[in-house]
Structures are given as structure tokens and as C-alpha cells.
T-cell receptor
Framework: EVQLVQSGAEVKKPGESLKISCKGSGYSFSKSWIAWVRQMPGKGLEWMGIIYPGDSDTRYSPSFQGQVTISADKSISTAYLQWSSLKASDTAVYYCAREAGHSDSDAFDLWGQGTLVAASS | SSELTQDPAVSVALGQTVRITCQGDSLRIYYASWYQQKPGQAPVLVIYGKNNRPSGIPDRFSGSNSGNTASLTITGAQAEDEADYYC????????????FGSGTKVTV
């Protein structure tokens, strides 16, 4: 089955570090871009950044540049999103999504189930 | 501009037609894709490219484009179409950075 499976919910304190994961299966993981998308409580989708696991080429939204780090390990078909020091405002659901690779669109055709990150003192 | 603007909410009677729009400078260059999101669920792709539907998406969903505006039309809306809808495209920076619209709540 083609799927992206994300790591489980996390409850952390502000200032702590965190790394969440997104494991792909059923397709050639290294050959599709993987994006991370934030959804704060009751709010819309925000494009954070994207990585090509084949060569780890990574791009960030200006809003998230320097705030998070996106990485991937193609040997285990897994992408990561990490924080060095969480803030309360990082509380959100984070989705990973696969770019379909259509010639005329950057559409995301496959999504993970989402990881809830809660940062509270 | 890297923003995509959507109306916050629209309503449609059962079986009628509704059009959701998405405006942004980057849409003059790139096609939008559209996603449906129901409460507590991950988004689902419903339209991509010029006007393409992924497998499994009903043909009552269609897309169109004109100038700086992309549109998603639901022809014959069903109760199960009630959801949030987001457009998405690349921004106009040329750096392969994406952006989502602000989202439209569709009430049937």
C-alpha cells in the first residue's frame, strides 16, 4: 500500500527540542518531493518547506526559514521535521505530503495522518 | 506577492452549484491544486493542473483558470461535500516555494 505514516503525538515544554518523522512506503521514496504543512488549532494550512530525499535538496518558506529543520534519510524512506527549541506557538498538527510529480502542478497526492505537537509549560 | 486569497465561507443548497475562487499573482504563472479537508482528517487532493481529478474524486468537481484567479466548481453539491477547501500553488519567487490559500468553508 502506498502511504505516508507519521510519528505519534508529542507533548513537550517550551524550549525543548523535538524531531518528528514521516515514513513512506509502497513507492520510490527518494524520487518524490516531500513537504511539511502546519495547521494551527482552528486555522488553515501553511506550507513550511519541502525536501527531495534523493539528494536532500531542501527549500523553506520565508516564514519558517531558521525556525525548523527539514531532513530525510532515503535509506529508511523517512523525512523529518525538527525544532531545536520549541515555542508555545508551535502547537499545531503537522502533516507531511508527497508531491505527485505532475508536469503542470506541484499537487500533493498523498498525505500523512498528521502529528499533533503540543508545547506547553 | 506570495499570497493566495479565498473567500472565508460560502453556502450552497443541496444539488446546486457552487464556485470557490482563489486569487494570487503566482496563478498567472502556475496552476493551482485544490484540497478538501473535513474535521479531524488530513487534506485530500480533488483537482490539480489545468483541470484534472485524481482517481476516486467524483466528476462533480472541476477546476478552471483565468488570469490571476483559479476556481473550483462543485456541480450538484452533496451533503458529503461540506468541508474546508484550500487552493495551493507555487509562489512567484522562483525558488520552488509553495503557498496555500486561506481556505473556504463550504456549507451544504
Amino acid at each position: 500500500e502506498v502511504q505516508l505514516v507519521q510519528s505519534g503525538a508529542e507533548v513537550k515544554k517550551p524550549g525543548e527540542s523535538l524531531k518528528i518523522s514521516c515514513k513512506g512506503s509502497g513507492y520510490s521514496f527518494s524520487k518524490s518531493w516531500i513537504a511539511w504543512v502546519r495547521q494551527m488549532p482552528g486555522k488553515g494550512l501553511e506550507w513550511m518547506g519541502i525536501i527531495y530525499p534523493g539528494d536532500s535538496d531542501t527549500r523553506y518558506s520565508p516564514s519558517f526559514q531558521g525556525q525548523v529543520t527539514i531532513s530525510a534519510d532515503k535509506s529508511i524512506s523517512t523525512a523529518y521535521l525538527q525544532w531545536s527549541s520549541l515555542k508555545a506557538s508551535d502547537t499545531a498538527v503537522y502533516y507531511c505530503a508527497r508531491e505527485a510529480g505532475h508536469s503542470d502542478s506541484d499537487a500533493f497526492d498523498l498525505w500523512g495522518q498528521g502529528t499533533l505537537v503540543a508545547a506547553s509549560s | 506577492s506570495s499570497e493566495l486569497t479565498q473567500d472565508p465561507a460560502v453556502s450552497v443548497a443541496l444539488g446546486q452549484t457552487v464556485r470557490i475562487t482563489c486569487q494570487g499573482d503566482s496563478l498567472r504563472i502556475y496552476y493551482a491544486s485544490w484540497y478538501q479537508q473535513k474535521p479531524g482528517q488530513a487534506p485530500v487532493l480533488v483537482i490539480y493542473g489545468k483541470n484534472n481529478r485524481p482517481s476516486g474524486i467524483p466528476d462533480r468537481f472541476s477546476g478552471s483558470n483565468s488570469g490571476n484567479t483559479a476556481s473550483l466548481t462543485i456541480t450538484g453539491a452533496q451533503a458529503e461535500d461540506e468541508a474546508d477547501y484550500y487552493c495551493h500553488s507555487r509562489d512567484s519567487s522562483g525558488n520552488r516555494v509553495g503557498v496555500f490559500g486561506s481556505g473556504t468553508k463550504v456549507t451544504v
